[in-house]
């Protein structure tokens, strides 16, 4: 069956890592089966619309490269759809008028515990029931009402959750729900479940937060006598200690973003270095996993590989660790004028001393060491600089004697610094004899050229620097130590 998916976001404020998931799996489920992925604002709220949200949430979903095929659709353009729907509701008896100030709703729910608006209590409210129609009519012309949807009176709901499976709910629990506001906007019940039958959405994806509602929109669709969509309610994202779902100030506590592009003062996954590949492939794997062992996917294999069957119930823990690793898996199979591309100050950096085809050399060699693009950077300095300083442990491990002694017979066979291949031989003689491990012999040498331990292939290093450079540091640390 071609799915037609939507991606329904409300634009109170940036779209967080949890939201993007969400878009993912709607992506995902879509494409899979050949079908479409709808893009729909849901702001009817409009005193909680934030300015630049809706922005944030289509750039986030462009650098992540998930296209959507239809929209954005924004409800608030939608009002008399919905007008007209709420009308028929009316006029079939299964929504009314309720007049009720929010003092007297306040004075219902302390007088009763646990109160809620439906066929217990709709009685004793002010509303459609209630009232005369001589009454009703003058109230609605003064303005300020609101439409309730009618609850069955005590009857069991079931919804089918493709998660979860089947779920039962009591209409007790239920409440005769808002469907039309005071300002004339409908509410999210109405407008989410409107527009799904009139988008044709065959399969709603969502966060588990969503779930309670499910019942509300069931008696919506029986109402309209419309079918049901397939229902999927996601797992919550929890914070790392695994106890909640995941905040923006978990992320920060963590030192790791929580959106996918910047927002206001808020670095985004982007910004640090993150890949749309790495952070897609890492956010499929959060609530989502099959038996096989595999840990890299591009989108394309998602789409391939994904099987909805294999979504958890339970919550997914965000691991930072994690989604950098996976992220590495990424950056390290990229090509490297690619991994140049993304980092302009690299390229910038290494034009300024390398042809092209010696930067995307130096770049193949340090992509096996990247987690994030930015590390780039660090990566690059021994192509680009002498070490600014060097590391004091290293030193003190393998003594200044044994360092001063390998640099020193460095300097002495100058003219092997190009030959590695004879360099290398040279050096394990010179061990033998003095009795330097061979071991102790690169990391005195890797001390001098890095400035500590790490880094790609030694002799690597100085095909690259070229032998003068080489030597410079050589002296250097001669010097220093
Ligand atoms: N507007 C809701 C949200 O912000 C959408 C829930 C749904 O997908 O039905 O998450």
Same mark, same amino acid.
């Given at each position: ?214 019942? +509300?929109? !069931? ?7 419309? /079918?049901?969509?397939?229902?999927? $309610? %996601?797992? #919550? ?73 294999? +979504?958890? !119930? ?7 660790? /994690?989604?950098?690793?996976?992220? $590495? %898996?990424? #950056? ?150």
């Amino acid at each position: 069956m071609l799915e037609r998916a939507r991606f329904a976001p409300s634009p109170t404020g940036p779209l967080h890592i949890g939201g993007v998931r969400t878009a993912l799996f709607n992506y995902l489920i879509a494409k899979k089966s050949g079908g479409k992925f709808i893009l729909r604002i849901e702001d009817t709220d409009s005193k909680r619309t934030t300015a630049g949200a809706e922005q944030h949430i289509i750039d986030s979903l462009k650098w992540l490269g998930l296209e959507f095929d239809e929209g954005p659709f924004k409800q608030s353009d939608r009002r008399s759809l919905y007008e007209k729907k709420v009308s028929f509701l009316i006029k079939e008896g299964l929504a009314y008028y309720a007049f009720d100030t929010s003092s007297e709703l306040e004075e219902a729910r302390k007088e009763a515990g646990n109160f809620k608006y439906n066929f217990n209590t709709r009685g004793n409210m002010l509303n459609s029931f209630t009232l005369t129609e001589e009454e009703v009519s003058s109230r609605l012309d003064r303005g300020g009402y609101v439409v309730r949807m009618i609850i069955p009176e005590k009857k069991n709901i079931t919804v089918v959750d493709q998660v979860r499976g089947s779920l039962v709910f009591n209409t007790e629990e239920l409440e005769d729900k808002i469907i039309l506001k005071s300002d004339g906007m409908p509410t999210y019940h109405l407008a989410n479940v409107v527009d799904d039958h009139d988008m044709k959405i065959t399969s709603v994806i969502r966060g588990e937060e969503w779930l309670s509602s499910l019942p +509300i929109h !069931k008696v919506l669709y029986d109402h309209f006598k419309w /079918k049901s969509p397939k229902f999927y $309610h %996601l797992p #919550l994202i929890l914070k790392s200690s695994g106890s909640g779902k995941l905040s923006k100030r978990d992320a920060e506590e963590q030192g790791h973003a929580v959106f996918a592009v910047r927002w206001e003062d808020s670095k985004g996954f982007k910004e640090a270095g993150f890949s749309p590949e790495g952070l897609i492939n890492y956010l499929a794997l959060l609530g989502w996993s099959n038996s096989s062992e595999k840990e890299k996917y591009t989108l394309q294999e998602l789409i391939n590989e994904f099987n909805d069957k294999d +979504i958890n !119930k339970s919550g997914a823990r965000f691991d930072y660790k /994690k989604a950098l690793w996976i992220n $590495h %898996l990424h #950056l390290k199979d990229f090509a490297a004028d690619k991994l140049l591309s993304l980092s302009e100050e690299a390229c910038a950096q290494l034009k300024k001393k390398y042809t092209r085809e010696q930067s995307e050399e130096i770049i193949d060699l340090i992509k096996e060491r990247l987690n994030v693009t930015l590390d780039i950077n660090k990566e690059l300095s021994v192509f680009l600089r002498q070490p600014k300083e060097y590391d004091t442990g290293v030193i003190e491990k393998i003594t200044r004697e044994i360092i001063f002694d390998v640099l020193n017979f460095c300097k002495l066979k100058e003219s092997l610094i190009s030959k590695p291949k004879a360099l290398k031989e040279a050096l394990m003689v010179f061990g033998s004899e003095k009795g330097i491990s061979f071991g102790n012999i690169m990391k005195s040498l890797r001390l001098c050229l890095v400035g500590n331990l790490s880094g790609p292939d030694l002799f690597k290093i100085i095909e690259i620097i070229g032998p003068e450079e080489a030597l410079n540091r050589i002296e250097s640390l001669t010097n220093k130590i």
